[in-house]
Each structure stands twice: as C-alpha cells, then as structure tokens.
C-alpha cells in the first residue's frame, strides 16, 4: 500500500512538473510574440504621429490642416508598414518552423519584368507608362496586391497584433492580477480560531493570487498554439505550402523517372553489347568450325578431333560469359537466398578482408535487393581502388520501415562524388526508390557511406546473422 502511494505521489509529481515547464515554456513563447509584434505597431503608430505633427507645424496656417496631417500620418504609417511586411511574416514563419515544426515557405508569383517599346513607354505587365520609375512602383503595387502570399503578408500585418492582445491579454491579466492580489490583495476575511482577521486575509489573498498566476502559466501553452493556429490559415489559407511542396515532389519524381529510364537504356545497351562482342561471336564462331569440321570428316579426322576440341572449349567460355552476363544483371544467390546471403557471397569475393553485419526480419522486394546490391558492389570496388584501407565493414539494418546500410572502411577518406560516376549513379540508383546517399569521409578517414530507403517486407519473421570474410 504504502509502495503504491509513493508510486502515484510521483507521477502526480511529474505531471505536475511537466505542466509548469510547459507553462513556463509556453509565458516565455508568448512574451516573444509580444515583444515580436510590437514593431509592427510602435513603428508605424509612430511615424504616423511625427507625419502628423509635422504637416501640422507646417501648415498651421492654412484651414485643412487636419485633412493634410492625417493624409500624411496615414501614408507615413503605410509605408513603414509596409516596409516591415516581410520581415514580420518571415519572422513568424520561422517561429512556427522552430516550435512546432510547421514550415510555410513563402511563394511568391515573378514579378514581371519592365519592358520599352519602340516609343519609349515601360509595359508593367498591366500598363504603359512614359518615365521608367513610375512604372517601377506601378508593377510593384499591382503585383503585390495581386500576389497571393503578399496579400496573406498584408492581412498578417494587421492580424498579428490584433490576436496577439486578444491571446496574450488574459494571461497578461491573469499574471498581474494574481501577482496584485499575492501581495496585497482585497479579501476579507474573519478570525479563524486563534488565527487574527489579518493574517486570514493575507493567506486567503496569497491563495487566491496564486491560483491566477498558476492558471495563467497553465493556460500561456493554449494561448500559444491559438496564434500558431491563426498564423498558419492567415498565412497560408490557401494551401500554398502544400502546392510548393507537391510541386517539389513532382519535379522529384520527373528526375528519377528520366534517371531510370536512362539507367535502363544504359544497361540494355550494355547486355546487348556484351551478348555482341563476347557470347554471340563466340557462339559463331563455334558454327563456322562446326561447318569446318563436316566437310574435315572425310579428308583429315585428325584435323576434324582438334577443331571439335577447340569448338568444345569455346562452347565452355560462351556459356561462362553467359553465366557471368546473367549474374550482372541479376545474382542467382540474390534470388535465391536474398541481400543478406548475396552481400556475404560477395564479401568472400571482395579484395579487402569484409565484416559483413544483417538484421532483416524478412527480404524487401526484388527491385530494391537489387539495387542495393548493385550499391554494395560499387561501394566495395570503390574501396578496394581508391581507399588504401584494410577492412571494410557493412553493416544491413532494417527498422520503422526503412532499410539502411552503412558502408566503412579505415582508408585514406575524402570520397568525393564530383570525382567520379559511381557515387552519383548509386544516389541516382537509390533516387528511383526515394532513398538517400549520404557521405562521412574526411581527409586521413574513416569513411563511412549510408544508404538509407523505405520499403516494405514480406513477413515479420526475424533474422539477424554476422559474417566476416
């Protein structure tokens, strides 16, 4: 019993503390906004009223003065306003990018370029003009106030302070008020037993204070995402994140579309070159000694026994390179036994001694095995040319639906893709399945190479082996 009141006095505990740090994180968040969005008033409330009391000083002696100093204050105000349009929408983009991970890049239409014609006027875009600057700020105005995400900068400006106050105001008057009320607050209060009238008042006081500062540290998270919420529609009502990302995607897939399309084409240029110049000439040659020896049948046996021996052996060659062209395109050992027997097979063949590490609950789907393999493959005989090292370590993991491997080798280090084609064709390779290449190699070594891409398995059994060869 007792075990039991500890263990639930100590999750009390941490819940408790959780909430205060989340609280505090969250004051602390809200003062930043606070302090963030005071420039977007002050500045432009500020050069209002100089605009203002300047035309004032100025033409105190004509009867529109008022109409002039609040045309004045209002166009002072705009621009400085505008002025801090973008940095204020920059700023609270990378708030929300830093607390909670919400990035809204900013996509902004091209702004179209001035254009003379042959009488010497500007085209805007939208319209003629004679002098060069009038036309500059006419294309400004007319493509911000047509822009998307400048009209969301615009509609920002105004909201940012306004739910700013109307967020962090109750919490601003939660903590004064309690802090008021701690230290001298107004409540009444009788004798309670020997305890005076006065010290009942001042506990009941500092409760009571307390209690608001505690609901208000409580409720400054609630307060915080409230304005990150805000911020987000305001700034992206439309879904411009999501079509810039979208667009992102699409590009990717259309380079790793044409990639493997001309992976492909490459390799069947590469078969077919191979089958031309080394199974096909061989296999007629073998015919025109098969004719030879026919018409030798007769006259020379003897003459006919060799070149049946010399067709023999060729016929053992043609079929080894046809056994070698198959296993480029395809491993049998891949096929039948997975990546994680084909990597061992291949580590036994490698130049430099191999430790080669699997725990794969079950094999990936073929295309992706042979990708990685391929990879493998290249990721040795690079270190084997070029490394100096004297061991290499390959290390195969599969986890949250991801398969990664990790090439290292004790070399001289500073693999650099630029040097050459085969790190590019492996990011090329792995671009095809989404997957990543990324390079740890600095100069003296190690080097280290990670491939990492998602993929699914085709069972949940588990099998993790170690092998050196």
């Not at 306003?81 to 902004?108: E, K």
């Not at 009788?190 to 608001?212: C, D, K, N, Q, T």
């Not at 010399?310 to 050992?333: F, K």
Request: contains cysteine; aromatic residues 4%; glycine residues 8%.
């Amino acid at each position: 019993m007792t075990t039991t009141s500890r263990t639930s006095g100590a999750a009390v505990r941490a819940q408790a503390e959780a909430a205060l740090v989340s609280g505090a994180q969250g004051l602390t968040r809200l003062a930043v906004l606070v302090l963030g969005a005071l420039p977007g008033v002050v500045l432009p409330v500020g050069a209002a009223i100089a605009a203002a009391a300047t035309t004032t000083v100025f033409l105190q002696e004509y009867s529109p003065v008022i109409l002039f100093a609040l045309a004045a204050a209002a166009a002072a105000g705009g621009l400085v306003a505008v002025m801090l349009l973008r940095r204020t929408a920059n700023r609270t983009r990378g708030q929300l990018a830093r607390w909670y991970g919400i990035r809204l890049p900013a996509v902004y239409e091209p702004l179209p370029v001035l254009e003379p014609d042959e009488r010497g006027h500007w085209w805007t875009g939208y319209s003629y003009h004679r002098s060069r600057t009038v036309a500059k700020y006419v294309q400004l105005t007319h493509w911000g106030l047509r822009d998307g995400t400048t009209r969301a900068e615009l509609a920002w400006l105004v909201v940012n302070p306004l739910v700013t106050v109307a967020l962090a105001g109750p919490v601003a008057a939660l903590l004064l008020v309690g802090t008021l009320y701690t230290l001298s607050g107004p409540v009444s209060a009788e004798a309670v037993g020997p305890v005076p009238p006065r010290l009942v008042s001042i506990l009941m006081s500092a409760a009571v204070g307390l209690a608001m500062i505690a609901v208000g540290i409580l409720v400054a998270p609630y307060a915080v995402r409230g304005y990150v919420e805000v911020a987000r529609r305001v700034l992206d009502g439309a879904g411009r994140s999501t079509h810039a990302q979208l667009t992102r995607r699409v590009a990717e897939l259309t380079e790793t579309r044409a990639d493997a399309v001309g992976s492909q084409a490459a390799e069947l240029r590469r078969i077919e070159r191979d089958l031309h110049d080394g199974a096909q000439a061989r296999l007629v040659a073998i015919g025109m000694t098969l004719g030879t020896i026919e018409h030798l049948m007769d006259t020379d046996p003897v003459a006919a026994r060799e070149l049946l021996s010399e067709a023999r052996q060729s016929s053992a060659r043609a079929l080894q390179e046809l056994r070698d062209l198959v296993r480029g395109i395809h491993p049998p050992v891949l096929a039948e036994r997975g990546l994680g027997d084909a990597v061992r097979a291949l580590a036994l063949d490698s130049a430099l001694p191999t430790e080669v590490c699997v725990s794969l609950p079950d094999r990936p789907a073929a295309p992706v095995e042979a990708a990685v393999y391929f990879s493998i493959c290249e990721l040795l005989a690079n270190a084997a040319k070029h490394s100096a090292a004297e061991q290499v370590w390959v290390d195969i993991l599969y986890r949250a639906g991801r398969l990664r491997v990790t090439v290292t080798d004790d070399g001289v280090g500073v693999a650099d893709p630029g040097r050459g084609t085969g790190l590019r064709g492996i990011e090329r390779r792995l671009g095809t399945f989404d997957g990543v290449l990324a390079i740890d190699s600095t100069s003296g070594g190690p080097t280290t190479i990670t491939l990492e891409l998602p993929c699914e398995l085709s069972s949940p059994r588990t099998s993790t082996s170690f092998a050196k060869a």
